[in-house]
C-alpha cells in the first residue's frame, strides 16, 4: 500500500536553532514530492517540490534532499524562527489526483 | 486573486442534519479536490474533479456528494451528517505545473 511516514511526530528547538524534518515514502510510480508548511488554523502551503532528478531544492531558510534509491526525503530549517511553528506535511504524488500525505511534524520553536 | 475560499469556517450539525460545504477558486484551475484532515493522519481524498461536469471517488467517498457545474465552484454535500464526519474539511485546486492550493478549512463538528 502507498504509505508516507514522517518523524518525528513532534518537535521542540529554540529560536535560532536548526532542526531536520524526515520523510520515507512507499509510492510507486513517483512523480514528484512536494513539502507543505500548514500553519494553525490554515490550509496548507507548498514550500518545495522534489522531482525524481533533483537531489537538493533550497527556498530561503528551508532546503528539500531526495534520495530516489532509498525512498526518503528529509527538510531543513535553518536558523528557525517563530513563525516557523507549525505542522510540516510531506505529499508523494503519482501523478494527479494520487497525492499521498504524510501525517505531518509539528514543530514548536521556543524563543 | 484569492484563490481558493471556503465558507462556512465552522459549523455545528445535529446526526442526521444535511449541509453543503461551499469551495470556490479564481485561478481557472481544472483540478479540484476535497479532503478530510483527522488527527494523527494524512489528510484523505474524498472526492475528486478534473474539470467541469467531472467528478470522480477518492479514499473515503461514503456519506458525501460532490458536483461540478462550473471551473469555479466545487461544492460538498454531506447527505445525513455523522458523528463519524467530525473533522477539518480542506478544499484543493491545482492546474498545470502548480502545487494543490487549499482553502483554509472547514471544521465540522457532528452532535
Known amino acids: 500500500k502507498n504509505q508516507v511516514e514522517q518523524s518525528p511526530q513532534s518537535l521542540i528547538i529554540l529560536e535560532g536553532k536548526n532542526c531536520t524534518l524526515q520523510?520515507?515514502?512507499?509510492?510507486?510510480?513517483?512523480?514528484?514530492l512536494r513539502w507543505y508548511k500548514q500553519d494553525t488554523g490554515r490550509g496548507p502551503v507548498s514550500l518545495t517540490i522534489m522531482t525524481f532528478s533533483e537531489n537538493t531544492k533550497s527556498n530561503g531558510r528551508y532546503t528539500a534532499t531526495l534520495d530516489a534509491d532509498t525512498k526518503q526525503s528529509s527538510l531543513h530549517i535553518t536558523a528557525s524562527q517563530l513563525s516557523d511553528s507549525a505542522s510540516y506535511i510531506c505529499v508523494v504524488s503519482e501523478g494527479r489526483p494520487n497525492f499521498v500525505f504524510g501525517p505531518g511534524t509539528r514543530l514548536s520553536v521556543l524563543p | 486573486n484569492a484563490g481558493v475560499t471556503q465558507t462556512p469556517k465552522f459549523q455545528v450539525l445535529k446526526t442526521g442534519q444535511s449541509m453543503t460545504l461551499q469551495c470556490a477558486q479564481d485561478?481557472?484551475?481544472?483540478?479540484m479536490s476535497w479532503y478530510r484532515q483527522d488527527p494523527g493522519m494524512g489528510l484523505r481524498l474524498i472526492h475528486y474533479s478534473v474539470g467541469a461536469g467531472i467528478t470522480d471517488q477518492g479514499e473515503v467517498p461514503n456519506g458525501y456528494n460532490v458536483s461540478r457545474s462550473t471551473t469555479e465552484d466545487f461544492p460538498l454535500r454531506l447527505l445525513s451528517a455523522a458523528p463519524s464526519q467530525t473533522s477539518v474539511y480542506f478544499c484543493?485546486?491545482?492546474?498545470?505545473?502548480?502545487?494543490?492550493?487549499f482553502g483554509n478549512g472547514t471544521r465540522l463538528t457532528v452532535t
Open positions: 520523510c520515507n515514502y512507499t509510492v510507486s510510480p513517483f512523480s514528484n
Open positions: 485561478m481557472n484551475h481544472e483540478y
Open positions: 484543493a485546486s491545482t492546474g498545470g505545473n502548480s502545487p494543490l492550493h
